[in-house]
């Protein structure tokens, strides 16, 4: 079992900047992969960004180049680091977690005012 607890989610005017935090804990070992979708009110779940235990990283091609997704391994946490933010970027935030099978958090709410 793994579990993950999402933080840093908040209310920010469009241009601004949040940073939101996944700490996992449990069965980390068999962790080899993390991230984030998001998911807006009347739409479907889509990928945000994604990093391997490895450090590879991928990203949606609507937050390239404003959102940054790092891990800090010895505090089992990965993060996302969201610039720039737009107001279509306003969404509950899903923290992921993928050891065979796909655990997730509980969601933060991001909300990007005009």
């Known amino acids: 079992q793994v579990q993950l607890v999402e933080s840093g989610g908040g209310l920010v005017q469009a241009g601004g900047s949040l940073r939101l935090s996944c700490a996992a804990s449990g069965s980390i070992f068999s962790i080899n992969g993390m991230g984030w979708y998001r998911q807006a009110p009347g739409k479907q779940r889509e990928l945000v960004a994604g990093?391997?235990?490895?450090?590879?990283?991928n990203y949606a091609d609507s937050v390239k180049g404003r959102f940054t997704i790092s891990g800090d391994n010895a505090k089992n946490t990965v993060y996302l680091q969201m610039n720039n933010l737009k107001p279509e970027d306003t969404a509950v935030y899903y923290c992921?977690?993928?050891?065979?099978?796909?655990?997730w958090g509980q969601g933060t709410q991001v909300t990007v005012s005009s």
């Open positions: 990093i391997t235990s490895g450090g590879l990283t």
């Open positions: 992921f977690g993928s050891a065979g099978y796909v655990y």
